[in-house]
């Protein structure tokens, strides 16, 4: 497992990281999430993903048991707030009352003292960027949290929140947690990289396959069990266009060529920029997770040739 630093911050993480998202509390149940994760840790996994909101706090708690006989030193845990998790007009956003209580209840569930990195889940139009970075700071301060972050925000809100911190003299946002992957890409590669190389801040990227897309599973059908087969995600298969199963079919292709599964040519293909910190990626079988894995050695076979037939087969590099 290769470490990268979060950004310019000391702290480092696996460049592969595991996320609950989906799975935990919905797809797998406690001992399978518990097996995962030491194993993901037992092959260099040290960054696990969360938020409130996954499976309604479900998630956080089959995490917090999960994690339990690994060291918590070892360990980078996250966590998000903003979405609706508790009754009232004061149960969702990002005011100091929200985040306050969100982070105990958090904190509680992961049965931890404190998170390696908070993030705010969404931008809250309500809510002054300068409260959100005084109670980050404050949270920091009481040892709670150790860095926060962002989640979904737009360059200019991002920059909002660091310029409130310099100017009040703050700990400023360490990381942003945006959407990439090879249909999704304007927003980090022509938003976000500047500003990670102008302010150092650190990209953890999510649905680095596409919600399963960019595995090739779905090139011939919907498997049972699979992610589009769940009445909750109805959505992905929406996307599932004859476009999108073209391209997929040419990126397998091509895949197979370099001795690689299409999931580790998707994943190898983020990691090489060097502004993301760490690709959350999802499992719910051991054999998902070492294939992913191995997207760390594939980057050798990315090279510039390889890079341009990956290019003309998505055809769809943003601008400027």
Known sequence: MHYRRLGHSGIK?????????????????????????????????????????YARGQAEIMMGKAIQGLPRE??????????????????????RKHITE???????????DYLDIYYCHRFDPDTPV??????????????????????????????????????????????EQPQYNMFHRRRVEIDLAPLAQKFGLGLTTWSPLASGILTGKYNDGIPAGSRASLES????????TPEVIAT????????????LTTAQLALAWLLRRKEVSSVI???????????????SDARSKLGEPVLE????????APEA
């Not at 919905?26 to 993903?49: E, M």
């Not at 903003?82 to 149960?91: A, D, L, R, V």
Request: glycine share 6%; charged share 20%; proline share 3%.
């Open 13 to 53: 993480v696996s460049e592969i990281s595991y996320g609950a998202w989906v799975t935990f509390g919905n797809q797998l149940d406690q001992k399978a999430a518990t097996d995962l994760i030491h194993a993901a840790y037992d092959h260099g996994i040290n960054f696990f993903d969360n938020a409130d909101i």
């Open 74 to 95: 070892a360990l980078v845990l996250s966590s998000k707030v903003f979405w609706p998790t508790m009754p009232g007009p004061n149960g969702r956003g990002l005011s």
């Open 102 to 112: 969100s982070i105990h209840a958090s904190l509680r569930r992961l049965n931890t």
């Open 130 to 175: 300068e409260e959100v970075v005084y109670t980050m700071n404050t949270l920091i301060q009481q040892g709670k949290i150790l860095y926060w972050g962002t989640s979904e925000w737009t360059a200019a809100q991002i920059m909002e929140a660091v310029a409130v911190a310099r100017q009040h003299h703050l700990i400023p946002p360490t990381v």
């Open 233 to 240: 995600m109805a959505w992905i298969r929406d996307r599932l």
């Open 248 to 259: 997929v079919r040419q990126l397998s292709a091509l895949a197979a060529d370099l001795g």
């Open 281 to 295: 990626t999802g499992a719910t079988r051991l054999e998902q997770l070492e294939e992913n894995l191995a997207a």
């Open 309 to 316: 037939r990956i290019e003309n087969i998505l055809d769809n």
